[in-house]
């Protein structure tokens, strides 16, 4: 079973008896094996994570992180009869494919209080600013405020940070248009200093 690891990259290889999954067994924990021993006789160390053949692909997405793995076994709903195994890259290749990864757009984040942010709400300023939401997530809660990360197409981005601003959005994220208004408005202020000298 060593000699598995060093020809591939897993961290675990799933153990099957009788089509039946019994765990995964771990490089590391293989790795502290005495080589005289047989699989059986550590059958204490198999860990019992895995996927069922109807799960979406965010629930797969978890269980890699969770279970810091890059191979994750594949069970039917009735007898836990294992189909195969998912690689993390055929999940990240499914991501890649989706609009918020493959589409062109600005990403945007920003921060609001965590029991006044509204996807709606977003959904609606967007919209309203003549963008096209082409995802959103929450990416962290911290001392109640959620971070949400927004991609959007490129239409007028600078209108859409200016609107997230009133309606009590904190930009966290910095953009290039965003800056260009900040300092045009920091040399007013100085402009309005000198004149009232």
């Not at 984040?109 to 939401?133: A, D, M, R």
């Not at 800056?179 to 309005?192: G, I, M, P």
Request: hydrophobic fraction near 35%; include cysteine.
């Amino acid at each position: 079973m060593k000699k598995l690891f060093n020809e591939l990259t897993y961290t675990h290889v799933p153990v099957e008896k009788d089509g039946i999954f019994i765990g995964s067994i771990s490089e590391n924990d293989l790795r502290c094996f005495e080589n005289d021993k047989t699989l059986k006789d550590y059958q204490y160390a198999l860990e019992r994570f895995f996927v069922r053949n109807t799960d979406n692909w965010l629930d797969i997405l978890k269980n890699f992180s969770v279970n810091n793995a890059n191979l994750i076994p594949v069970l039917d709903q009735e007898s836990n009869k294992y189909l195969g195994y998912v690689e993390l890259g055929d999940i990240m290749s499914f991501f890649n494919d989706t609009p918020f990864l493959k589409e062109n757009g600005a990403i945007l984040v920003v921060g609001k209080n965590f029991t006044e942010y509204s996807f709606s709400e977003i959904s609606q300023i967007v919209e309203s600013s003549n963008n096209k939401l082409l995802g959103a997530f929450v990416s962290k809660i911290e001392n109640d405020v959620a971070e949400i990360t927004i991609k959007v197409n490129l239409a007028g981005i600078n209108d859409l940070i200016q609107t997230l601003r009133r309606y009590g959005y904190t930009i966290l994220s910095s953009h290039e248009e965003d800056a260009y208004t900040k300092n045009l408005q920091e040399r007013s202020d100085y402009l309005d200093k000198y004149l009232n000298i």
